[in-house]
Structure formats: C-alpha cells, structure tokens
C-alpha cells in the first residue's frame, strides 16, 4: 500500500469554518509535502516540512509533524469556497516518494 | 493489484544526450500525469493526458521535453539533449477520469 494515509477521506464545512486534515506514515522520511488538486488539473505543491521541523505556516495554512507519531496535519483556517479540492500528502524517505490518497474537501458557501 | 510502475528507477546520462522515461499506468485510468521534482523543491507540473483530448503541455520547461501515450495506456516522457538542472526526480500518476491520483515510485535523473 501507499505509503501516506490520509483521514479523513472526505470532509465537508462551511464557508469560514477551519479545515483539519490528517496524514499518517511508515517509515522514516526527510520531508513531508501537502498537495491540493482541483479536478481534471495536476498537483499544486503547498507546503514542505523537513523531518527535523515541527510546524510550519504559510498564509492560511498550518502543518504539524510529529515525526515520533509519523503523522502530520494540515489545516486551513476560515476556509473559502475555493479551497474546494482534493489535498494529498507526500513523504520523502530519500529513495522514493510515496503519496496517500488524498481528503476530498468540500467548502460550502 | 498492481499500481503504477516507471522505468528506470535510475538514470545516470552525461550532459547532452537523450533519455527515455516510461510510465505504466493503472489499468484502466483515462489520465495520466508527468511531474517532475528538483531536490528540495515541490513537484512540477509537466504534462496531463486525458483519454483521446490533446495533452495539456502547459507545464514543460522547454521543447527539449516531449512525452507521448501510445494506446491511452503506456507514456513515455523524452528529454533531448539532457542539461544539468534536468536533473530531478520525474513522477508519473494516473487516475480514473481526473479523481484521485496514483503515483509511482518515479525515475531519478543524474545528468553529469
């Protein structure tokens, strides 16, 4: 199987409200990636985190690693409808990249 | 069952020369994605194809890049006359319709 897990598959708010999606791993990694896709296009990269790094903010956007617990989460605060899209980890363990399967996120206006 | 696989999982190439990557996909997915990732940056878009519709090529550097899909199946992503900062690790994925995607372990490229 994949080596990142996302929970919850499927997530659904309303506009405004904060966003948390979570990611698990196995193994060792050098760093971890959040991706959004918004259907029929490619991935857009968000944010990177290094294994030696705790969090990390840009803009709207919050990610944890607890590298002791192999997970991460994302979260968006005071989401918009725009932020409609699929959101994908990405670990990195320096050999090859193994990405979850994503959260569908729903915004609702 | 079996997911998507690439070849080679290595590739050292001296500057200059040409290079095959390829990418089997998962059977059945209509969409298949070339991404490519220099170290310690994100992924890179290059290239989506979409069953029968003309790829979207919006995201290749130069037209040093090509990549084909024979069949709607099998993709080969080209890279001519290789140059140094073409060295990256290229991500292929494919999906069912334009859902969730599927990566592959990806080919590292070495251009010396």
């Known amino acids: 199987s994949q080596q990142g897990e996302e929970d919850p598959q499927a997530l659904s708010i309303q506009e405004g409200e904060n966003a948390t999606m979570n990611c698990s791993y196995k193994?060792?990694?050098?760093?971890l990636q959040w991706y959004r896709q918004n259907s029929g296009r490619g991935l857009v990269h968000l944010i990177l985190i290094r294994s030696n790094e705790r969090e990390k903010h840009s803009g709207r956007l919050r990610v944890t690693l607890d590298t002791s617990k192999k997970s991460s989460s994302l979260l968006i605060t005071a989401s918009r409808a725009a932020d409609t899209a699929s959101y994908f980890c990405?670990?990195?363990?320096?050999?090859?990249?193994?990405f979850g399967t994503g959260t569908s996120l729903t915004v609702i206006p | 069952g079996a997911g998507v696989s690439q070849s080679p999982s290595n590739k050292v190439t001296e500057k200059g020369k040409d290079v095959e990557l390829r990418c089997d996909p998962i059977?059945?997915?209509?969409?298949l994605y070339w991404y490519r990732q220099s170290l310690g940056q994100g992924l890179e878009f290059l290239i989506y194809?979409?069953?029968?519709?003309?790829?979207?090529k919006s995201g290749l550097p130069s037209d040093r890049f090509s990549a084909e899909r024979t069949g709607g199946s099998v993709s080969t992503l080209t890279i001519q006359r290789t140059q140094q900062e073409d060295s990256a690790v290229y991500l292929c994925a494919s999906s069912p319709h334009a859902g969730t995607q599927y990566f592959g372990p990806g080919t590292r490229l070495l251009v010396l």
């Open positions: 990405a670990t990195d363990d320096g050999n090859q990249f193994y």
């Open positions: 193994t060792s990694i050098n760093n």
């Open positions: 194809f979409q069953g029968n519709s003309a790829p979207d």
């Open positions: 059977s059945g997915h209509t969409a």
